[in-house]
């Protein structure tokens, strides 16, 4: 490893879904993370990039991975430019860091990650996000500028107040949902929003048999324009409770209104009920994407296994968490959910054989191609995405 960056064994916690590193390195600046990419690549080792470690266990185990490089020490806000509502921070800053440092300001990034502890880091490689995509966009959306270093310890960088970068491609959205297969990332720049003067959410507790994805689909296009609709079932339960949260202008009327449209008992409250952006803790975690207008259709056949099922239907997302039982409903979910457009991948278990975690992928000869572009070497966490990537 390069004088100066400060490189420790590795030990139990440091695994990657099972596997160990044989070192842990602890870059503090974009250059000592070049630095130790290039010293890699001249000796033929594997990276794994890390932010706060909280995502590790997702996905398929590496290939291989002889250096784990983790950010926790590149932790700053390098610039926040709250009159043009922008920020740049490093990627090891922690998403409950930022929200505390821009909401001193009056802003937010408006992302909420349902995991804790995560980083910025960490968020943009796996591509979370967390109820209030449905008003204000995922990662990718609130993303305008990133700096990223290359297998080969080259710095590239894109968007924001850039003058150099990769020409033809747009790194951002590249490296979003990559899972440190094509570099890793050191800053990135966000778009941010003024924080709400007021919150309120209208719960309720509505029957399964209940026609819960047309309420869902009432709900987005009502003229309260609500901020985000979550649905929680608890494995085995018959009811679904239903949270719909108003911010903003005039939100307490407002929510009146979601009310009313929701029907029932349903609550008006200063608090997000527990389950509120928060996923299924579970031996098994499933994400199904489909398209928002099949979202009656998707919560029937969700519901319908038993399992734990919390999520955003009318941002097109739902997460199902159970046992390894789970697994084996997976392969006839994604027959049925295909029909109405439905995706659905293992994120957290350990597939049966024959399984593949993340099912048919129509842009895999394209990924493919932007892996060998990125990594020819395979040494950024070889095998950790679609198609062994």
Not at 283 to 290: A, P
């Amino acid at each position: 490893m390069p004088s100066g960056v400060t490189v420790r064994q590795a030990g139990p916690d440091d695994e990657v879904a099972g596997v160990r590193p044989r070192w842990v390195a602890l870059p503090e600046s974009v250059e000592e993370i070049a630095a130790v990419l290039k010293a890699s690549a001249e000796r033929d080792l594997a990276v794994v990039p890390a932010g706060g470690g909280s995502k590790l266990h997702w996905g398929p185990p590496p290939e291989r991975c002889d250096v784990l490089l983790d950010t926790c020490c590149l932790n700053q806000v390098v610039e926040h430019a709250s009159g043009d509502l922008v920020v740049k921070v490093q990627a090891g800053v922690t998403m409950d860091a930022l929200a505390g440092t821009l909401a001193a300001q009056g802003q937010e990034l408006a992302l909420d990650v349902p995991v804790e502890g995560a980083t910025v880091g960490g968020t943009l490689a796996t591509a979370t996000a967390g109820p209030r995509s449905f008003r204000y966009g995922t990662a990718r959306d609130l993303l305008i500028g990133i700096t990223v270093v290359l297998a080969d310890g080259t710095v590239a960088r894109s968007g924001g107040k850039v003058v150099k970068n990769v020409a033809g491609y747009d790194l951002g959205k590249l490296f979003t949902g990559s899972y440190g297969t094509l570099g890793v990332i050191a800053d990135a720049t966000f778009r941010l929003h003024p924080r709400a003067a007021d919150r309120r959410w209208v719960t309720s507790s509505v029957p399964q048999a209940t026609a819960l994805g047309s309420v869902v689909t009432t709900l987005a296009a009502s003229q309260d324009e609500p901020t985000a609709i979550e649905v929680d079932r608890t494995a085995g339960e018959g009811r679904v409770e239903l949270a719909v949260l108003v911010e903003g202008t005039a939100a307490r009327s407002r929510a009146e209104s979601v009310a009313a449209l929701v029907g029932g008992q349903a609550a008006i409250e200063g608090r997000p009920p527990s389950w509120w952006g928060v996923l299924p803790d579970d031996e098994v975690l499933l994400e199904v994407r489909f398209p928002p207008s099949r979202a009656d259709q998707v919560l029937q056949e969700t519901l319908g296994l038993g399992a734990a099922v919390r999520g955003s239907p009318a941002s097109g997302v739902v997460w199902l968490g159970g046992d390894e039982h789970l697994m084996e409903a997976v392969v006839p979910l994604r027959k049925r959910l295909g029909e109405y457009g439905g995706r659905v991948t293992v994120v957290v278990g350990e597939p049966y054989q024959g399984l593949d975690r993340w099912g048919e992928i129509s842009a895999l000869p394209l990924m493919r191609r932007v892996k060998e572009r990125f990594d020819p070497g395979r040494r950024m966490s070889p095998g950790r995405f679609v198609g062994g990537i």
